[in-house]
Antibody, heavy 120, light 107 residues
Framework: QVQLVQSGAEVKKPGASVKVSCKAS????????ISWVRQAPGQGLEWMGW????????DYAQKLQGRVTMTTDTSTSTAYMELRSLRSDDTAVYYC?????????????WGQGTLVTVSS | DIQLTQSPSFLSASVGDRVTITCRAS??????LAWYQQKPGKAPKLLIY???TLQSGVPSRFSGSGSGTEFTLTISSLQPEDFATYYC?????????FGPGTKVDIK
């Protein structure tokens, strides 16, 4: 069965960086992309960006350009999202989701979420 | 960027009720729309993609319709497990924006 398992919660100080991992299993990793979505406390869903696990192509949300980097390690079927220069408003649950980026497909499998808290 | 609005933002309903949620896009997106259900503390769950295609394993009381700029999610007979927040998402272009959500609560 398809599973996306994310790394554990993080507490960071403002200005620091965080790197969240998302380990995929149950499907051919390179046949799909991974999108990252975050959700601030009590708020809605915000799409952060996408990476192709096939060729590493990326597509980032403009507001995060320059602060976010998404990568994959095909040898371990793991996707990573690094966010730098953290601010208090980056406090959120971060999700990875399988994103085929074909036709009108949605995000069909999600990780369990990783809480990132930014606090001095 | 394509903006999505949802109405209502909050809905109070009873078990057995028929519930309809509307999602409007700021420009035409053909049928490139998905619907998700999210329960507190859980990841979103894909219900419908391509505006009207039911994701595998999702109960048939959920249905979606629409194209262009106006879309609806209908729950034909609300069940206790359906009390949650529902989000639409456009997958027509980047950024893959989400609607602000509709919370369905128990009357």
């Amino acid at each position: 069965q398809v599973q996306l398992v994310q790394s554990g919660a993080e507490v960071k100080k403002p200005g620091a960086s965080v790197k969240v991992s998302c380990k995929a299993s149950g499907y051919t990793f390179t046949n799909y992309g991974i999108s990252w979505v975050r959700q601030a406390p009590g708020q809605g869903l915000e799409w952060m960006g996408w990476i192709s696990a096939y060729n590493g192509n990326t597509d980032y949300a403009q507001k995060l350009q320059g602060r976010v980097t998404m990568t994959t390690d095909t040898s371990t079927s793991t996707a990573y999202m690094e966010l730098r220069s953290l601010r208090s408003d980056d406090t959120a649950v971060y999700y990875c989701a399988r994103d085929p980026r074909i036709a009108a497909a949605g995000f069909d499998y999600w990780g369990q979420g990783t809480l990132v808290t930014v606090s001095s | 960027d394509i903006q999505l609005t949802q109405s209502p933002s909050f809905l109070s309903a009873s078990v057995g009720d028929r519930v309809t949620i509307t999602c409007r896009a700021s420009q035409g997106i053909s049928s490139y729309l998905a619907w998700y259900q999210q329960k507190p503390g859980k990841a979103p769950k894909l219900l419908i993609y391509a505006a009207s295609t039911l994701q595998s394993g999702v109960p048939s009381r959920f249905s979606g319709s629409g194209s262009g700029t106006e879309f609806t999610l209908t729950i034909s007979s609300l069940q206790p497990e359906d009390f949650a927040t529902y989000y639409c998402q456009q997958v027509n272009s980047s950024p893959r924006t989400f609607g602000p959500g509709t919370k369905v609560d128990i009357k």
